[in-house]
């Protein structure tokens, strides 16, 4: 074992190295811009981006600035203890009865990032006798949250319902059943499909965990996710949510039953043995909660630019797969030319992110193209008209419809 690791790690390290000679690390990049948009600094040059999770472009606004610095003149610029002791500001229980207004459930709790959200609730609901059953393609911190839990995990097939039922089907009628999904999965871009998987799910008496870090903001009424999205927001037993995207902000919430968040509260050790968010990260992502509430333009933008986008992609022959949201992959299925068209769009000014091996399989590498509220078409134009410049460089296959 001991020796697997160490070869693991002269691997990743020879990797790491190799990119960075020839000159395609594209990792850690600092920007420099004063403000953070559709445009930003990097090396000196302006850059446009399309790997922000931003996807309202709320991190400047000025009501949303204006309320983080109010609060940093009233509350300072920490809570310095956790939730649970003094780390607990009237700010935070404002927003967490604001969330649980908004999404439609009795209550909700706030923990200091997404990331921390899951690790505390996916390893406090079940005990050591129940199940926890995820969709393979869930994210890393639904994974880190099952490693800490004392339950089995089992994991299914990508949104696959006779997989989840074949499992679900399985398992001991008494024990406690949690299925965890993803709202919009933050790769693909395609959404959980919700409907069977909940009709699944009270089949077989399993709870249903929803983490909407890509949907909130951008799916259902104003904003309020994929179970909304839905009209399934009361048979969603947990929705997650972060403040990290849409809501400009760091941090993260679980929306419940009052009795299920009353339990996280007194159980999640990631809240109760970790700092609160700042008041400026509350302040901010309550100010960015009103925001999407009354400038319902936001969402209208960012949804005309993501099907400009799709459409303009494909009209040029991409494969962008099946996507239903503006999280948009460009498949490139080969890790190195993903690496390569990463850099020289960057040369070219266009900010995007690759998704390589172990993210996904090597065959399935692509290039993220993320929208933005406020992208103009002009900027989605430029860009895409430089990766199928590059495409073509690269000798990437495209679809025989390709028009240009
Ligand atoms: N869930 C999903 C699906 C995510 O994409 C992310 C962030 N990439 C998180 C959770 C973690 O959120 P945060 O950035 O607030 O830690």
Redesign the pocket.
């Known amino acids: 074992m001991k020796n697997q690791n160490a070869t693991q790690r002269l691997q990743l390290n020879a990797r790491i190295k190799g990119m960075k000679n020839m000159g395609l690390y594209p990792y850690f990049r600092p920007i420099t811009s004063n403000n953070q948009d559709s445009v930003v600094k990097i090396d000196g040059k302006d850059v446009l981006m399309f790997g922000s999770n931003s996807y309202l472009g709320l991190t400047n606004h000025p009501y949303v600035k204006a309320a983080a610095k109010a609060a940093i003149d009233k509350y300072g610029t920490g809570c310095a203890g956790s939730r649970f002791l003094n780390g607990t500001l009237d700010l935070h229980v404002e927003l967490e009865e604001k969330l649980a207004r908004f999404l439609g459930k009795e209550s909700a709790l706030i923990f200091s990032?997404?990331?921390q959200t899951?690790l505390g609730v996916v390893s406090s609901i079940t005990g050591r006798n129940d199940y926890i059953i995820i969709d393979e393609a869930d994210?890393a911190?639904i994974y880190e949250g099952t490693r800490l839990s004392f339950s089995k995990v089992l994991k299914f097939k990508h949104n696959n319902i006779e997989n989840l039922e074949q499992i679900l089907v399985s398992l001991p009628e008494e024990a406690v059943k949690l299925v965890v999904v993803?709202g919009v999965y933050?790769m693909e871009g395609d959404l959980a499909r919700l409907p069977e998987i909940i009709e699944i799910c009270h089949k077989y008496q399993a709870m249903i965990m929803i983490?909407d870090?890509?949907g909130l903001g951008v799916l259902g009424e104003n904003g309020r996710g994929t179970a909304n999205h839905f009209g399934l927001t009361k048979e969603t037993d947990l929705i997650v949510g972060?403040?990290?995207k849409s809501l400009a902000s760091?941090?993260?919430f679980v929306a419940a039953d009052s009795k299920v968040i009353d339990h996280i509260k007194h159980t999640a050790r990631s809240l109760i043995f970790s700092a609160s968010a700042t008041p400026a990260s509350i302040a901010s992502a309550s100010a960015a909660l009103d925001i999407i509430q009354n400038e319902e333009w936001r969402i209208q933008a960012l949804w005309d630019n993501t099907y400009f986008a799709m459409e303009y992609l494909q009209e040029l022959g991409f494969d962008i797969g099946h996507t239903q949201s503006p999280i948009i992959p460009i498949y490139i299925r080969d890790d190195e030319k993903t690496y390569l068209m990463t850099k020289m769009l960057m040369d070219e000014g266009v900010f995007v992110n690759p998704v390589v091996t172990p993210a996904v399989g090597p065959e399935d590498s692509l290039i993220r193209f993320s929208l933005m509220a406020t992208h103009s078409y002009k900027q989605i134009e430029i860009a895409i008209n430089k990766v199928y410049k590059i495409a073509h460089k690269l000798k990437l296959p495209l679809y025989e419809y390709a028009t240009v």
């Open positions: 990032t997404g990331f899951n994210h911190s993803d933050s983490d870090a890509h972060t403040f990290s760091l941090g993260g």
